[in-house]
Nanobody
Framework: VQLQASGGGWVQSGGSLKLSCGIS????????MGWHRQAPGKQRELVAL???????NTADSVKGRFTISGNTVRKTLYLQMESLKPEDTAVYYC????????????WGQGTQVTVSS
């Protein structure tokens, strides 16, 4: 399974960006997928997850501003980010958890999001 995150960039405070994650691996069954982020000097943290049942979990820090969407069968994953703040500056990583011959998780390489004040 390979994940390719894209859509990051530089934006002013209050702006918007949409991240996409390309997911390969035709025999891999996704149960949960989502986004995490890591700011300089900080630990990686959950942004939002979506399950194969459509259940969504969003971090309080981005609730009401970020929207996760996608389809685990079609292997599409997006993160719409609105009203961006400087504290949203981080590398954003897409993530999947599921199984093929065994349960596994995979991470994308990350895409940089920089929000200036």
């Amino acid at each position: 399974v390979q994940l390719q995150a894209s859509g990051g960039g530089w934006v002013q405070s209050g702006g918007s960006l949409k991240l996409s994650c390309g997911i390969s691996g035709s025999t891999f069954e996704i149960y949960v997928m989502g986004w995490h982020r890591q700011a300089p000097g900080k630990q990686r943290e959950l942004v939002a997850l979506i399950s194969n049942t459509g259940s969504i979990n969003t971090a309080d820090s981005v609730k009401g501003r970020f929207t996760i969407s996608g389809n685990t069968v079609r292997k599409t994953l997006y993160l719409q980010m609105e009203s961006l703040k400087p504290e949203d500056t981080a590398v954003y990583y897409c993530y999947v958890y599921g199984r093929d011959t065994s349960w596994s998780s995979f991470w994308g390489q990350g895409t940089q999001v920089t929000v200036s004040s």
